[in-house]
């Protein structure tokens, strides 16, 4: 009996640990724990969590641009599930010619995954685009936000091959990305 007692309170003590495990500690176990950042705030009280997600040209195969994934909450630790996320889009194009925009004023956030497609609208331009001369012609960036609810994270985290249209860039997600959606939906989920 008393042996029974002891086991259960050792359990009892390790789930209770293992809940009130801060996000840092969580973040640790996870494999890419170094493509996450956090990072509070103590004089707003605001928990920010972060991973960014390569996507390939469907065409060219080349190098795209970049997804990020940002979580907030409030106080230094999840405490209720985060319901809203802002996805930000960092686009690229390339030419040897003429300036040619990637993107029109508000650009649309397609995606295709699962025999399903996630419509986010249009984004929210964040400066104009960045020109940066290259060997062979010249690179045009620019960043869109977007913002993404929970369950349709949800969906994109379960899905096996994603691919996405922003304005007029098509591409589809790496494959090492697609686990960081998963975490960031685990990570941002009020602990048990």
């Given at each position: ?11 009892l ?8 495990q ?8 996870v ?7 956090v ?6 009280d ?16 080349r ?33 040897s ?8 004023a508000?650009?649309?956030l397609?995606f295709l995954?699962?025999?399903r ?27 869109v ?18 691919e ?9 997600v ?15 989920a009020?602990?048990k």
């Amino acid at each position: 009996m008393k042996k029974l007692l002891i086991l259960t309170t050792t359990l009892l003590a390790l789930t209770l640990s293992a809940s009130a495990q801060s996000i840092q500690e969580r973040i640790k176990q996870v494999p890419d724990a170094k493509k996450f950042k956090v990072e509070y705030d103590k004089f707003k009280d605001l928990t920010t969590i972060s991973t960014h997600i390569n996507f390939r040209l469907l065409k060219t195969k080349r190098y795209g641009g970049e997804l990020s994934i940002l979580g907030r909450f409030a106080g230094s630790d999840v405490t209720e599930d985060v319901k809203v996320f802002l996805l930000g889009c960092d686009c690229l194009k390339e030419t040897s010619y003429e300036p040619l925009p990637a993107l029109s004023a508000a650009p649309r956030l397609i995606f295709l995954f699962d025999g399903r497609k996630l419509d986010l609208g249009e984004g929210t331009v964040n400066g104009g685009y960045a020109d940066l001369p290259l060997s062979y012609g010249r690179l045009y960036y620019r960043n869109v936000t977007f913002t993404i609810k929970r369950d349709d994270l949800r969906e994109l985290s379960n899905s096996k091959d994603i691919e996405l249209q922003i304005g007029r860039f098509e591409g589809l997600v790496e494959k090492d990305g697609q686990p960081r959606i998963k975490t960031m939906y685990d990570l941002t989920a009020k602990p048990k």
